[in-house]
């Protein structure tokens, strides 16, 4: 091989060296973000039934009374 063919090979051979770091690296990036990725989804899920429950609470204890007024005439 000539020094060229060489400087390729070593030049290649480097080249998927990297790909195989950088695969990896991807690789265990990737477990920790689907993690997060699901507790995530839990905690919203979360706050929304928290959220569903207080404005139910709030509805059902809602203490100001019933106005209904016709023709100028109110009653609870």
Do not use: F, N, Y
Not at 11 to 24: M, N
Not at 67 to 75: F, K, L, M, P, W
């Amino acid at each position: 091989m000539t020094g060229e063919g060489l400087a390729l090979g070593a030049v290649l051979a480097r080249l998927e060296e990297r790909e195989r770091e950088i695969t990896a690296r991807a690789e265990t990036t990737r477990e920790p973000i689907t993690q997060l990725t699901t507790q995530l989804g839990e905690l919203v899920r979360a706050a929304e039934e928290v959220q569903v429950t207080r404005k139910t609470l709030l509805a059902l204890s809602d203490p100001r009374p019933t106005i209904r007024c016709v023709r100028d005439r109110c009653a609870r």
